[in-house]
T-cell receptor, first 114, second 114 residues
Framework: NAGVTQTPKFRVLKTGQSMTLLCAQD?????MYWYRQDPGMGLRLIHYSVGEGTTAKGEVPDGYNVSRLKKQNFLLGLESAAPSQTSVYFCASSLTSGGSYEQYFGPGTRLTVT | KNQVEQSPQSLIILEGKNCTLQ??????????LRWYKQDTGRGPVSLTIMTFSENTKSNGRYTATLDADTKQSSLHITASQLSDSASYICVVGGSSGGSYIPTFGRGTSLIVHP
């Protein structure tokens, strides 16, 4: 049981380039989330998904797109990377919404945009 | 706007000593409050989860308290160990359109010295 995994672990992009971050979970969780974490700030929710085929915007969705074609995978895309998107990105999943259900986090992807 | 404020921002203590971290929040509607531990370069890992009706929850040497009336929580660490050096994040869960939306504090950075 690997839990939540993220690919890649590190990436350097040039401004304007595109990329996709992959999050995978093997716990059969319905909910999946993408966060970014910047120095001196709390984690901020980018997008989330309440089930296969559904996505919703979080607190800071601009410049990102997501897809949840399979229940176990949640993809985060940057169509045209900007230096402001330099951050550490965390994926998380939970069995269902809120209550006492645990959110499990991946190890993070460190992205630098030059 | 939902907010979670943590104090102190950073804390240095000697191994074996106790410490208490604080969390004040303005999140409505309130769903639950979680404390996470985040080691450097890793994703957050849950320590405790408390719902509205719970006012204390323990996990080994970690004890969290919740006062829903004053909207305050604390995390008490007993007999600190070097491995406790990490960032401790308070997360308050609210809801939006029926979905669970967490608000993260910026964290307290704890350093335990031998």
């Amino acid at each position: 049981n690997a839990g939540v995994t993220q690919t890649p672990k590190f990436r350097v992009l040039k401004t304007g380039q595109s990329m996709t971050l992959l999050c995978a979970q093997d716990m059969n969780h319905e909910y999946m989330y993408w966060y970014r974490q910047d120095p001196g700030m709390g984690l901020r929710l980018i997008h989330y998904s309440v089930g296969e085929g559904t996505t919703a915007k979080g607190e800071v969705p601009d410049g990102y797109n997501v897809s949840r074609l399979k229940k176990q995978n949640f993809l985060l895309g940057l169509e045209s990377a900007a230096p402001s998107q330099t951050s550490v990105y965390f994926c998380a999943s939970s069995l269902t919404s809120g209550g006492s259900y645990e959110q499990y986090f991946g190890p993070g992807t460190r992205l630098t945009v030059t | 706007k939902n907010q979670v404020e943590q104090s102190p921002q950073s804390l240095i203590i000697l191994e074996g000593k106790n410490c208490t971290l604080q969390c004040n929040y303005t999140v409505s509607p309130f769903s639950n409050l979680r404390w996470y531990k985040q080691d450097t370069g890793r994703g957050p890992v849950s320590l405790t989860i408390m719902t509205f009706s719970e006012n204390t929850k323990s996990n080994g040497r970690y004890t969290a308290t919740l006062d829903a009336d004053t909207k305050q929580s604390s995390l008490h660490i007993t007999a600190s160990q070097l491995s406790d050096s990490a960032s401790y994040i308070c997360v308050v869960g609210g809801s939006s359109g029926g979905s669970y939306i967490p608000t993260f504090g910026r964290g307290t950075s704890l350093i335990v010295h031998p």
